[in-house]
């Protein structure tokens, strides 16, 4: 056995052995996370369940105007907060009109007769009228119901805010996952082809084992490296799409 075929079955025995334990991380890391979603779906174990291993490669179109106009008419809460707002401010209106007096008016004609002291002309009036006379109550009424509306009022803008800056902070994060995505698809590429080159030298007798395997590596982590970066940019599309309360479009990009 020649020096060069014996670095090669070292090279095969030590790739063989790191991929055995690799294969018990990965069986390890499957097992955790089915347990984890069978905790997040509300069932003991995942047996009987068929999961659906898709993931998408496909660019999300989104616009922050529009993320955010979706998600201030579906979040449950803001829109809690409006009605709420909405019914204090009735509420405002009805002690106005409480506080506010009845208002009347009467007209008469008085038609005199032959004698001289007699007394002709008309009579006009407005009359107030409370429907009740504790004046000081009604007005303490209207000041706690604008007080009750402000506070919604406050309530209400805070609402909005919130939802603001969680639609701002998921968009965000979606860009920058499909920047990073971007970046590590031109890496892969990059790292196959230098397999690619290393592979041929290897067979030519240009190159050795260990840079052969170094350039394996390379690519093997690129790959890791491009399928965690498009797992999260799937996750941060999932969280916008939570944020705003409704599914985000795909394109026809590919990734």
Known sequence: MGKKAKIDVTTAEYNLG????????????LELAAVELANAVGIPELE?????????NKKYEVNFPELLKTANESRPALLAAKKSMDAAELNVR??????????????GYDHGGRQINS???YQ?????NYSNLNLML???????????????VADYEQQ??????????????????????????LALQQAQERQYLAFRRYQVGL?????????????????????????????NAAELERVIGAPIKESDIDL
């Open 160 to 185: 909005k805010q919130n939802v603001y800056l969680e639609v701002k902070s998921a968009y965000i994060s979606l860009l920058n996952s499909h920047d990073s995505l971007d970046v590590s698809k």
């Open 94 to 107: 009805s002690a106005k009109r409480a506080f506010t007096p009845d208002v009347s008016g009467f007209a």
């Open 124 to 128: 006009v009036g407005v009359q107030l």
């Open 138 to 152: 009604l007005k303490k009424q209207v000041d706690e119901a604008k007080a009750t509306y402000n506070k919604y």
């Open 48 to 56: 009987g369940v068929i999961l659906k291993d898709k993931l998408n």
């Open 119 to 121: 007394d002709y002309g």
């Open 207 to 235: 190159g050795d084992a260990i840079e052969f395997k170094d350039s394996e590596n390379t690519y093997l982590n690129a790959q890791l490296d491009y399928y965690n970066n498009l797992l999260n940019y799937n996750i």
């Open 18 to 29: 790191n991929a055995k334990v690799n294969l018990i991380k990965a069986k390890n890391t």
